[in-house]
């Protein structure tokens, strides 16, 4: 135990993310970078498990065809980074070469078999697909969520992890809180993430759905969408709305928009009530952490 706290592996956990994990891991796959354990290894595919902490789902099956008839010629290069389990091996990176690898009708393959932990394995899974920006917005915010669900980071931990700013990741995070046919719109490419984050103002997950299908058959622009969805906040039910309670003072407007712009969420004051919305404990938290609150209230 004390060994591997000492190993490559153990202070570059702490020192690359942000950094490069790709060259991290071209070094322990190629040029017999330090980590625990490391063990080159020929194995039968059929004894590879799938990585349970892989965040990306969708592979291009052209991509991989290419790959395949690549590999058919010339083999694995590249070997794949696995670890020793109870019966067989997990495969820590090298997926695409994996599913090459059988299209192309080999029985087992070149690796290299490392000591890695479920922490290691999350860490570096996620953080190879991000910085290879292999990830789709979806599968990019729903890899950021399992770091703060499985590994207790807060919004600030996870951004200084990942190497990207907290507001980036706070609005990653968000993209979570859409329907999830829209969010299958983003994954299937028939809408970006400029298109449906506008979406996020909208009160329920019917408008938001409505709102995505509109955009997404009228193949409207992101300038076009923001205009939409603007109309659609300021439109005929707000207006009914305020002409049965009283115009609310510009200033106070004013701060409940910047509120809403600082936390991402709506923000409404009444009298001398502020209410800010949040949709579940992980938003409470984000909120909380902005405010400055988050350590404060986990004391």
């Known amino acids: 135990m004390a060994d591997k706290k000492k190993s490559g592996l153990g202070k570059g956990l702490t020192s690359i993310f942000g950094a490069d994990v790709e060259q991290f891991l071209d070094d322990i796959q190629n040029n017999g970078g330090d980590a625990p354990g490391r063990k080159e290894v020929e194995i039968p595919i059929a004894e590879i ?7 990306r789902k969708e592979f291009d099956e052209k991509s991989l065809r290419e790959l395949a008839d690549s590999i058919g010629v010339h083999g694995i290069f590249t070997p794949l980074l696995v670890r020793r389990s109870v019966q067989g091996y997990e495969l820590i990176a090298g997926e695409r ?14 690796a290299i078999s490392v000591d890695f932990t479920d922490e290691e394995m999350m860490e570096i899974s996620i953080l190879e697909n ?12 729903a890899a950021y969520e399992s770091l703060i669900k499985r590994l207790g980071y807060t919004q600030e931990k996870l951004a200084e992890r990942v190497g990207k700013s907290r507001e980036y990741c706070a609005n990653m995070l968000r993209l979570l809180r859409l329907p ?4 299958e719109m983003v994954t299937e490419k028939q809408l970006t993430m400029g298109h449906v984050r506008p979406l996020l103002a909208l009160e329920d997950e019917d408008e938001m759905f409505e709102a995505a299908e509109k955009i997404r058959k009228e ?3 992101v300038r076009e969408v923001e205009r939409y969805i603007k109309e659609l ?14 115009e609310k003072d510009p200033l106070i407007r004013d701060i409940e928009n910047r509120m809403s712009s600082k936390l991402g969420t709506k923000v ?5 009530t502020v209410n800010i919305q949040f949709t579940d404990t992980a938003d409470l938290n984000r909120i909380l952490e902005l405010l400055g609150m988050l350590e404060e209230t986990n004391g």
């Not at 498990?49 to 965040?55: E, G, L, V």
């Not at 070469?97 to 070149?110: D, E, F, I, Q, S």
């Not at 991000?130 to 915010?141: F, K, S, T, Y």
């Not at 300021?234 to 009283?246: A, L, S």
């Open 49 to 55: 498990r799938a990585n349970p902490y892989q965040p």
């Open 97 to 110: 070469r994996l599913r090459a690898a059988k299209l192309a009708g080999l029985t087992r393959v070149p």
């Open 130 to 141: 991000v910085q290879r920006e292999n990830l789709n917005p979806i599968e990019e915010a």
């Open 180 to 183: 999830q046919p829209v969010q």
């Open 219 to 221: 193949k409207m622009s």
């Open 233 to 246: 906040t300021g439109g005929d039910r707000k207006k009914q709305k305020q002409k049965k309670e009283p």
């Open 268 to 272: 409404s004051i009444t009298g001398k």
